[in-house]
């Protein structure tokens, strides 16, 4: 069993940064590739990227290549969303979730684990 928690997600101005962590409880977790998911309001949730288990392969849905970065620390069971350049259409909950390997990681119903989100909002 994996439990996931979200944090760092603010009000930033548009052109700033934030950091999201995604922590997780479970001896497993480094077995698991991590995904990070938005939902705006109004909008279906949609994929942002992800990150293999040991780091070694990162994966960006178009929109957030070159802005947005994902790391991992096994040891500390914590995964990273830096999100830098932002703008007012990325405000949105941010969610991270776990599933195993990297294979058709744009979709949700392979992910065995989610958090329960974290609220970014960006002002132009």
């Known amino acids: 069993q994996v439990q996931l928690v979200e944090s760092g997600g603010g009000l930033v101005q548009a052109g700033g940064s934030l950091r999201l962590s995604c922590v997780a409880s479970?001896?497993?977790?480094?077995?698991?590739?991590v995904g990070w998911f938005r939902q705006a309001p109004g909008n279906e949730r949609e994929f942002v990227g992800l990150?293999?288990?040991?780091?070694?392969?990162?994966y960006y849905a178009d929109s957030e290549k070159g802005r947005f970065t994902i790391s991992r620390d096994n040891a500390k069971n914590t995964v990273y969303l830096q999100m830098n350049s932002l703008k007012p259409e990325d405000t949105a909950v941010y969610y991270c979730?776990?599933?195993?390997?990297?294979?058709?990681?744009?979709?949700?119903?392979?992910?065995?684990?989610w958090g329960q989100g974290t609220q970014v909002t960006v002002s132009s």
């Open positions: 479970g001896r497993t977790f480094s077995t698991y590739a």
């Open positions: 979730a776990a599933k195993r390997g990297t294979y058709d990681y744009t979709l949700e119903r392979l992910y065995n684990y």
């Open positions: 990150i293999s288990w040991n780091g070694g392969n990162t």
